[in-house]
């Protein structure tokens, strides 16, 4: 068995920036979505890379909340991680943003990936889990 032990703002920060891609879930047509996206931490926002004709370019054109997720799992050990940020999606539309958000944000699947999606971290979410002491 694990525990779950609750973590800390900075802590939940820290770790989603140790991982290179998480999942973001948005609503499309009245329904929750979910698409995997690599993603950096920046100035408290998370960045994310997409096209503005996809279904999640959309929803941040309009300023929707949205949930950002990411974790580390270790099943053998019963260990990991997850943080769930929360925050308005908004299209990032400064020049001297873009251009430094495309040297640090590489696309790791095919087809256009034009635009940046910044969330803001207005409220986020961690836990450890752990094993217990039973376990080891």
Known sequence: MA??????????????ASVP?????????????????NHIVDQGHVVIRTSLGSGLGAVAGAGT????????????ARSGWSVVVTGVA??????????????LLRPWVDGPRDSFIRIPVELVTGYAMEPTAADG
Request: charged letters at 30%; hydrophobic letters at 40%.
């Open 90 to 103: 908004r299209v990032v539309t400064e020049r001297d943003e873009i251009a430094r958000y495309e040297s």
């Open 65 to 76: 909340v949205v949930a950002y997720e990411a974790d580390a799992i270790d099943p053998d």
């Open 21 to 37: 891609f998480g999942r973001v879930v948005f609503t499309q047509r009245a329904l929750p979505a979910i698409r995997p996206v």
């Open 3 to 16: 525990r779950l032990s609750p973590l800390g703002p900075e802590k939940c920060l820290s770790l989603l």
